[in-house]
């Protein structure tokens, strides 16, 4: 696993597309990409200027573990090259074990949020109106308590800078079919249920998570994007699990409350974030990684 942080990549021996919140894009031919997970944290939507040491790995083998392991649910976007073999020798170092080639499949342009528990923006929409995306919920919840049943509460893809809006799977529909919205709303519920049954055997607990899907030439539909890393996901110690707070956890939620702190508008620039929490932040990172793969 590589060390040495790396904020963005520079490769010369592809066409480069896109520099995300977290993940540079350069094509691989017409029909595929390689994506690289750099130290870039993503924060409220925005992006932090100090990176988190060995992030960038972490992701990339949590979401190589996950799309194995639930690979039985849907298809997903990999395409076994190593990532090593498409880039010129002298750039190897930037995407070795931070990287993924993939197909170029077409993005839904929604996000695929599937809640288990009350938390973080779900949370503040239940306080204000009693539901979440238009999905009423008994009354008299706690922060960060278990949900009767998982719900699916899709949300808009916001630009850089921006925040992603949650909205009804009735505004989902409008965006991307109502059919497909159905699909993705089941899938990802699957996806979400199994993930979090086997974690819960491994001392955590999934309070949320998102997934990102994409269509091939055929339009049948794919799992893109990484799956159930901390970046996409709350992942709490059981052990430590309570209501009535957000509880201590395994992923950006350190560095979340750090900066809820700070009296930030939440818009560019954040502010700086100290070295003990980026700090405790990449070592809860790995030790997520370790808990549930090794």
């Known amino acids: 696993m590589a060390n040495d942080a790396i904020l963005e990549t520079n490769l010369k021996s592809l066409p480069f597309l896109h520099r995300g919140k977290v993940r540079d894009l350069y094509a691989v031919g017409d029909d595929k990409l390689l994506v690289v997970q750099t130290d870039r944290l993503s924060a409220f939507d925005v992006i932090l200027t100090e990176p988190i040491p060995g992030k960038g790995a972490v992701l990339t083998e949590m979401s190589f573990w996950w799309f194995k ?7 997903n976007h990999l395409t076994g090259i190593a990532p090593e073999t498409v880039v010129a020798a002298n750039e190897r170092e930037q995407v070795a074990g931070r990287s993924m080639v993939v197909h170029k499949f077409k993005p839904l342009m929604i996000e695929a949020v599937v809640r288990g528990y009350i938390i973080g923006s779900g949370w503040k929409d239940y306080q204000k109106t009693g539901a979440v995306c238009g999905i009423k919920l008994p009354g ?54 199994e993930a979090a049954a086997y974690a819960a055997t491994r001392g955590i607990i999934i309070a949320d998570t998102k997934f990102e899907f994409g269509l091939d030439s055929a339009g049948k539909l794919h799992l893109i994007d990484e799956i159930l890393t901390p970046d996409s996901s709350r992942f709490w110690p059981a052990a430590e699990y309570r209501t009535g707070m957000s509880p201590p956890s395994f992923d950006k939620q ?28 990449s070592a809860k990172y790995r030790e997520v990684l370790t808990l549930l793969s090794k």
């Open 254 to 281: 350190i560095v979340r409350d750090y900066l809820e702190t700070q009296g930030w508008n939440k818009k560019p620039p954040a502010p700086k974030v100290p070295q003990e929490v980026l700090a405790k932040t």
């Open 140 to 193: 008299g919840l706690k922060e960060a308590e278990k949900l009767p049943e998982v719900i699916f509460t899709p949300a808009t893809k916001a630009p850089a800078g921006q925040h992603d809006e949650n909205i009804s799977i009735e505004e989902a529909g409008k965006i991307v079919g109502a059919e497909m919205a159905a699909k993705v709303r089941d899938v990802s519920i699957q996806l979400y249920s």
């Open 69 to 75: 392991k639930l690979g039985h649910v849907i298809p």
